[in-house]
């Protein structure tokens, strides 16, 4: 069944520690977007990509990065986790042409707690 | 830049009375609209989208809403709601100049029997 998969769907982990969110979706999607969401918050675009070697930072600042290598596949990675980083990360992908493009499907998503 | 409001945070509804959820946009031409549920723990899934023509648009599990242009409006109605509708509604706006999406911050919708 084709879906977008997120894992892990929880974590907590220290201070200073490197983690990396996987992203992937068998739905042959070239656009894949993640967003962070906080309580009572609007999502939050943090990165984007139109396909493989693509990438770019979105409306929110942050200091996670991303890669997509392989069309299904998009992981966001903090390279020291701070408490500041404790929110829902959500990925999502989109099929090409237009305006189909504008049709996001999510993943259920990362709770992520730095302690 | 596109901007979405969702005017209420909040609304408890009784089960089998209807439901309306009100967005407004911001957005200088004709704008794709969506609406997404969102349940505890799970991702966002999509309730039903307007790209051009019927302003009147049906969605999944029940769920209708209207393009409004005279009041930049897309609210989201259900005649009859059952207890699984109770989860967090999001308001969407995507600009015709890129593939981006603005969100709403939601409304969640509490179901009492």
């Known amino acids: 069944e084709a879906d977008i998969y997120q894992t892990p769907r929880y974590l907590v982990i220290g201070t200073g520690k490197k983690i990396t969110l996987e992203c992937s979706q068998t739905?042959?999607?070239?656009?894949m977007y993640w967003y962070q969401q906080d309580p009572g918050m609007e999502l939050h675009l943090i990165h984007y990509?139109?396909?493989?070697?693509?990438?770019e930072k979105g409306d929110l600042s942050s200091e996670s990065t991303v890669s997509r290598i392989r069309t299904e596949h998009f992981p966001l990675t903090l390279e020291s986790a701070r408490p500041s980083h404790t929110s829902q990360y959500l990925c999502?992908?989109?099929?090409?042409?237009?305006?189909?493009?504008?049709?996001?499907?999510f993943g259920p998503g990362t709770r992520l707690t730095v302690t | 830049a596109q901007s979405v409001t969702q005017p209420d945070i909040h609304i408890t509804v009784s089960e089998g009375a209807s439901l309306e959820l009100r967005c407004n946009y911001s957005?200088?031409?004709?704008?794709?609209l969506f609406w997404y549920v969102q349940s505890p723990g799970q991702g966002l899934q999509l309730l039903l989208k307007?790209?051009?023509?019927?302003?009147l648009v049906q969605g999944i599990k029940g769920f209708e809403a209207e393009f409004k242009r005279s009041q930049s409006s897309f609210n989201l109605r259900k005649p009859s709601v059952h207890w699984s509708d109770a989860a967090e509604y999001f308001c969407?706006?995507?600009?015709?100049?890129?593939?981006?999406?603005?969100f709403g911050a939601g409304t969640t919708v509490t179901v009492r029997a």
């Open positions: 990509s139109y396909g493989v070697n693509s990438t």
């Open positions: 957005y200088g031409a004709t704008p794709y």
């Open positions: 739905m042959g999607h070239d656009k």
């Open positions: 969407a706006v995507g600009a015709r100049e890129n593939y981006k999406l603005s």
């Open positions: 999502a992908s989109s099929i090409s042409g237009h305006p189909s493009s504008y049709e996001q499907y």
């Open positions: 307007y790209f051009s023509g019927d302003t």
